[in-house]
């Protein structure tokens, strides 16, 4: 059974392009989530909380900032950068079935996290681990996640109605794909190549 979750691990993709749109199966959603939220957490505060968009219009909205976003960054770019970037597409808004927005809520567990008090961004390190089982899961299950980082918190925050304390951490695009590439996109696109395990490693001290 471990050689199975090795290649799930290996086979997880940041997909953008190979969204077909198709439906999700019955039941796969709630399975996927139930991964997400069985995630560990700082004091098991379960300090996150997953709005899933299926509305076209709210997808197209955001669309249309993160594309706002993309122009931002690319016009910080020259020469070859600048020419690798245009060739790399950066979501899978509108293609994928649907998107699922993580949320971090700092006071979920308090006013005394157990674990917390020392590392304050324990609770977002969690949330992160929630994201991790969440693209787990998808990718078990045949499905395909993309993590759109191009836009501003705020936007999405209010695009969705998310209260003031509550953070956005992530939207991830969800379905069907008609493949997960060999090699992630942008290493296929020359952006930067995989760092060796062995130029991470260190032992006993940095």
């Known amino acids: 059974m471990s050689g199975l979750l090795y290649d799930v691990i290996h086979r997880r993709r940041d997909v953008r392009g190979e969204f077909t749109g198709e439906p999700l199966a019955d039941g796969v959603l709630e399975k996927v989530l139930t991964a997400a939220h069985a995630a560990p957490s ?3 505060s379960q300090p996150w909380d997953f709005v899933v968009i299926r509305d076209r219009a709210v997808r197209a909205d955001f669309h249309r900032h993160v594309h706002e976003e993309r122009e931002v960054f690319a016009s910080t770019l020259t020469g070859e ?16 079935t649907l998107s699922i927005v993580v949320t971090y809520d700092p ?3 308090g006013p005394a996290v157990l674990g917390r008090h ?23 299950e ?17 695009l969705l ?12 695009c969800l379905g069907p794909v008609s493949r997960l590439q060999d090699v992630p996109d942008l290493e296929r696109h020359g952006w930067r190549e995989r760092r060796p395990l062995a130029a991470a490693l260190h ?4």
């Open 142 to 158: 045949e499905l395909g996640v993309g993590w759109v980082s191009f836009y501003r918190e705020e936007f999405l925050r209010k």
């Open 161 to 172: 109605g998310i209260p003031e304390r509550i953070r956005p951490v992530a939207w991830l």
């Open 118 to 140: 020392a590392i304050a961004d324990a609770g977002l390190y969690s949330v992160c681990l929630a994201v991790q089982n969440l693209w787990l899961a998808a990718t078990a």
């Open 203 to 206: 032992q006993d001290r940095w």
């Open 107 to 109: 006071e979920r567990g």
């Open 42 to 44: 700082v004091g098991l």
């Open 81 to 96: 950068a600048a020419e690798k970037f245009a060739r790399i597409k950066i979501d899978g808004i509108l293609e994928s």
